[in-house]
């Protein structure tokens, strides 16, 4: 029991339960699912689909994140890999595949190069990066817009629908892409030593070259992954809606990544990830906001309602606090994690 | 030799943001007719007040190591809570001003103290902060609160003249007030050195027995404080009071601090710098209006450029005054 309780999961997944128990409540139907037209319907699945471009989108901010960078411009990527994706098949018409390869290849080589750009920005001159990448935040939107022309562009070309909107094997479509994504991150980090070299970098850049790793090169990659993952991310969103909206697609996105990669049990101060955590993160926010949805309260409070989560996760993971209000019994545990920290900072 | 490389490295941005104003003010003259006037120039002033006041305030914030996100949320907070106490409790402005004022200051004293005691990173805090001011706005009302009251269009209307037929805001007085007190408390006060220590670095502050605790929450208290004064402007410039007022708001006053020469890694820059990184970013606006043919999402790239240029050269002066200090 105490084995689980210690789990960095343990309280995310918790809260994932709560919060679920909670619409159980309200709905007495929540958890069950059915199969219409050979597809399979529920909340439960509605919350997975609408989560992937969040989950996606999240899984490469947890890897920026255990560099010790963050990844600020994911959302103004979103909306550029939207507008590049549905530019590229708005002429197009008929169900043939190849506006679609194009598009989809497009977007995504673009957008792992704007991510790379970050990297380069961070890795080669040095630059923070929170500055760097609130650079393409802010720049990056503006090509957007400059790409749709500031319009909404609307996409009346079927195949482009399936990214977000298809069903395999009758779950959505988007689903897949998310887990896909999950496992080869998963892998390539857990089974190969690339998960410990981006730990490392993390938690001593300087230490980790001289001990032979490159660290330009890593944090290079992940920030060239965090570029894909919201290609990716907003392809999906932008499929689901059949448009490009290059001023509001992938609004407060980084925000919501980061948030759930935190609530994850990832630090901000990096050394260390937990992409499970981060995808439960991800389905906490997500079904926070159908919940808000569903029981009827006013849509606005849901931005209060995300400020006190955040709040208390970033609470209850502080030493400082724990040890005020929980009183003795973590005094020893806590005062060991603040030299580590101490110890990764010098 | 130390001291004059000191003095460089401090000082070159400011220098650069300043000849930028300069080239892109000479760059706008001559190109179309008009530009040229003091009303011009003023105007950036007219336009901007309220985002020079947030702008002072995140200058202490930066200069401390920290960051504020939850300015342009405030903003609207302000708004929505000075609309909402004018129109709909019928409150008199001596009341709602300083209400108003008191919500950006408590918000701000809850984040300092929060990043403080439980040593929480800035970023995540004022997020939440982000979050939360823009729900509250929400929860007053969804809608615009248009506010019809003598003061606030006094406030809105009356025009300062100045000799030559030029005339400025009183939302202009207050923002160049601000910026003058700041400049003050900056370079003249205890508090103003400690802030820079503490960017410095925040253990060195600890150990000379300087006041960081006091001083940390304090600045993210003055931040909020400030940014509810922009917001009250804010409220002067629109006349209402709503939920989305300023949206991305603490992105421009980031921009503008950095290009205003300000280290982000904290410990170095100016108030006055923030100042007339702010005049950039108007002046492109400017600019863009006066083209005509321009779209609005080429001021977003335009700040990027500018964003980047000023931290590659930020990078550079580091570089080139740790080389040399490594030499010598």
């Known amino acids: 029991m105490k084995a689980i309780i210690k789990s960095r999961l343990f309280w995310p997944i918790l809260v994932l339960m709560l919060i679920l128990l909670i619409n159980l409540f309200f709905d007495s139907s929540f958890f069950s699912m059915e199969i219409r037209n050979g597809r399979l319907t529920g909340s439960l699945i509605d919350i ?92 990056g939107r503006g090509v957007a817009q400059l790409i749709t022309g500031g319009q909404i562009t609307t996409v009346y070309y079927d195949p482009y629908s399936f990214i977000g909107g298809g069903y395999l094997l009758a779950l959505p479509f988007s689903i897949f892409i998310a887990a896909f994504v999950f496992l080869i991150a998963v892998l390539l980090t857990r089974k190969t030593a690339l998960g410990l070299f981006i730990e490392s970098v993390g938690s001593n850049p300087d230490a980790s070259r001289l001990a032979g790793i490159n660290s330009k090169n890593i944090m290079l990659m992940v920030y060239m ?16 809606v059949m448009s490009a909206d290059g001023n509001n697609a992938g609004l407060w996105f980084e925000l919501d990544a980061i948030l759930a990669v935190v609530i994850g049990g990832t630090s901000l101060m990096g050394g260390r990830f937990y992409l499970t955590g981060t995808v439960i993160g991800a389905l906490i926010i997500q079904s926070l906001t159908t919940t808000i949805y569903s029981i009827g ?21 502080s030493p400082e606090f724990r040890r005020k209000v929980f009183g003795f019994g973590k005094v020893k545990g806590a005062g060991e994690q603040k030299g580590k920290e101490g110890a990764t900072l010098l | ?136 706005s929400y929860l007053i009302s969804v809608e615009t609160i248009s506010i019809d009251h003598p003061f606030f269009s006094y406030m809105a209307n009356s025009q300062i003249p100045l000799p030559g037929n030029n005339f400025i ?16 408390i900056a370079h003249f006060t205890n508090f103003g050195r400690t802030v820079y220590a503490i960017g410095g670095s925040e253990q060195s502050a600890l150990l000379m027995g300087l006041p960081v605790t006091r001083t940390k929450i304090l600045i993210y208290t003055l931040s909020g404080f400030l940014a509810s004064l922009a917001g009250l402007i804010f409220t002067f410039y629109m006349l209402s009071g709503y939920g989305l007022h300023a949206n991305g708001m603490e992105l421009d006053t980031i921009a503008a601090v950095v290009i205003g020469g300000t280290l982000l890694t904290g410990g170095a820059g100016y108030v006055a710098g923030s100042v007339v990184g702010v005049l950039i970013l108007g002046i492109i606006q400017t600019i863009i209006v006066f083209e005509g043919t321009l779209s609005s999402w080429w001021t977003k790239i335009a700040i990027g450029v500018l964003l980047l240029l000023f ?13 040399k200090a490594g030499t010598g």
């Open chain 2, 1 to 136: 030799m130390i001291n004059r490389l000191s003095l460089d490295y401090k000082q070159l941005p400011l220098v650069a943001t300043i000849a930028l104003f300069v080239l892109m003010f000479s760059f706008g003259s001559l190109r179309y007719t008009g530009f040229l006037s003091t009303q011009v120039f003023l105007n950036l002033f007219i336009d901007n007040a309220f985002l020079i006041v947030i702008a002072v305030g995140m200058t202490f914030v930066i200069l401390s190591g920290g960051i504020d996100l939850s300015v342009g949320s405030v903003i609207a907070l302000t708004s929505m809570v000075a609309a909402s106490l004018t129109m709909e409790a019928q409150l008199s402005p001596w009341i709602v001003v300083p209400v108003s004022l008191l919500v950006g200051t408590i918000l701000g004293m809850i984040q300092g103290s929060l990043i403080h005691f439980y040593n929480l990173q800035p970023f995540i805090v004022t997020l939440a902060g982000m979050f939360l001011a823009r729900g509250l």
């Open chain 2, 311 to 323: 931290i590659v050269l930020q990078r550079v002066i580091v570089w080139r005054s740790e080389k």
């Open chain 1, 225 to 240: 992954f965090s570029g894909f993952c919201a290609g990716v991310g907003g392809l999906i969103l932008s499929s689901n």
């Open chain 1, 48 to 139: 997975l689909n609408r989560g992937a471009p969040l989950i996606l989108i999240s899984i490469g901010m947890t890897l920026v994140i255990a560099t010790k960078g963050i990844d600020l411009s994911v959302g103004s990527v979103i909306a550029m890999s939207g507008a590049i994706g549905a530019m590229t098949v708005a002429s197009a018409d008929g169900t043939g595949l190849g506006p679609l390869l194009m598009a989809i290849g497009l977007s995504l080589l673009i957008c792992t190069f704007v991510g790379g750009w970050n990297g380069l920005l961070v890795s080669r001159v040095g630059v923070q990066p929170i500055v760097a990448t609130l650079i393409l935040m802010v720049a």
């Open chain 1, 297 to 317: 309260i006013p849509a606005e409070t849901n931005l209060v309602v995300k400020a006190l989560v955040v709040l208390i996760v970033c609470l209850l993971q």
């Open chain 2, 169 to 184: 805001s009183i939302s202009v007085v207050i923002a160049l007030i601000v910026a003058a007190i700041a400049i003050f």
